[in-house]
């Protein structure tokens, strides 16, 4: 019998399932809509009929397997108690027992754990990716918001109560942009992908840029990628962006090299695409920021995890874990 | 024969010795001068002479005394390497092979071992102060500067290369008061005891208060303590210091444990004897600026360990778990 495990990732928008081996490939994957109606039976149903489905097609592949775990990433996701508390980015409302809900559609099931979505990627990119050799590194995810593993001498940091590494939500400008998490001048805020848009926009209101590529794509249209686009194309406001966006972003990091001097911080999400766009800014800002003992020391590296599959690979991880105990 | 460790804390201004004995209890201690002259080999040579002197001087009390080991906390102090590196706060410039040096006036010490001033008060409070329950808290020690201790799962945080823990460092007001290590905004510049001097004056300067307590002294001359006084005799200026500077270090601290998720963040230092006048705001300002999956969770504690003791007991720790080794 070949042992598989389930690993989920559940986003802001998209739920992705991947059947993952022991070494860490993904064998089948599938992906469902993080739902906006705030319905978690309905959700935990749809989840677990997808999850199901993917492993009776993997089956036909291969009858041979045993799928022994099932491990999930979410935000807000506590690996002490199963629940996913408060999540700005989902629907789902207070506390959701997402490992007891889930539980009941996989009795069997010999591991099941949840824990932050970043969190979850930070264990993939530690046993799977580039940081196999690492024993203190950060993970940022910048995505819909902007999340973060921490991982101190080869362990990942829970925390007191499971829910270390919301650097996301530290503070970058007092008194700034609302964040999705309704305080003010959140990391998150400036720089997410949809941080990166508010940027865009609000240099088309300074500089009042009717020449820019973006200025005919609506709030609501503009995303990362077109900003990436217009500045392959020389568009000056896409190319601010891409500045402000790693000022803000090497600010952030500076503050999270100062609490834990760790040998790199891993970059992860649709932004980080655009390479150099982003990664040169981060690391010029970064630097000017750090204190002396810490300069031209701190690698900032692009996640060697396959995008798409970072955060279901971890999360697969968090299941192999559980079966360690 | 009782064993007993020599703790040593390098302050801004002054040095602290003490012989600790394996309960953490001080028997004697002593204080010389940390320089301004910035001569290494000279403050080596004092500080060796003032812990021989001290060792005698104990050994008078009772003969039946082996000292087994000397633990040192100083600013950018790094554990791994021995080093102080480019401390701000002291005169001495670059990389200062401290243990090194030391080591050729105490051949025969079985255990000489350097830290962080903030990870020894850290140790310290973990051995035998108000955390010895704990396995996840943090520790910040407001005085000249500000720094921090972080325990994880029970252990103290290196990090990669040995200095984790500098939250004083992290940027608190971007384009800020230009801080000790000539950065601008940094907490440390607004949550120190010279930084609640330049906020008293500001506020001075602000209001135009001439009928302040405060205005009737020099820039030079004011300092944490007589702000206290004066917060007790009713001052407006000195009490609003107070409320400002617990919003900056609420900011800080809040940023602190949405990377760490600590049980507790415990307050050490002149500043923190001003009790509820800076723990109040403190904790007001910190609650405003969590996530809620952290609201009403953190504590925020006064050090258990005596004023002037906590950092030479927490060295004197360090030389405690050498020897364990």
Known sequence: MKKVAIGVDIGG?????????????????????????????????????????????????????????IGIGAPNGNYYSGTIEYAPNLSFKGVVRLVELLRAHFPEMEALALTNDANAAAIGEMIYGGAKDMKNFVMFTLGTGVGSGIVVNG???????????????????????LCGCTA?????????????????????????????????????????KMIYDAAEKGDKIALEVFEKTGAWLGQGLADTVHHLSPEAVFLFGGPTAAGDYIFKPTKKH??????????????????????????????SALAWKELEK
């Open 13 to 69: 928008t998209n739920t992705a399932i991947g059947v993952v081996d022991a070494e860490g490939h993904v064998m089948v994957k599938d992906n469902i809509s993080t739902p906006s109606h705030g319905d978690i039976d309905q959700y935990i149903s749809d989840l677990a009929a997808a999850i199901k489905e993917l492993i009776k097609s993997v089956k036909l592949l291969n009858e041979n397997l045993e799928v022994v775990g």
């Open 155 to 177: 362990d990942l940091v829970y925390g007191n109560d499971g829910f270390a590494g919301e650097c996301g939500h530290t503070t970058l400008i007092p008194g700034g942009r």
């Open 184 to 224: 003010l001048g959140h990391l998150e805020a400036y720089c997410s992908a949809p941080g990166m848009k508010r940027t865009a926009f609000e240099l088309m209101v300074q500089y009042n840029a009717t020449d820019s590529i973006l200025a005919d794509k609506s709030f609501n249209e503009l995303d990362s």
């Open 286 to 315: 970064m630097e000017k920021h750090l204190l002396p003992i810490f300069k031209d020391k701190i690698k900032i590296l692009p996640s060697e995890l396959k995008p798409g599959d970072a955060a279901i690979v971890g999360a």
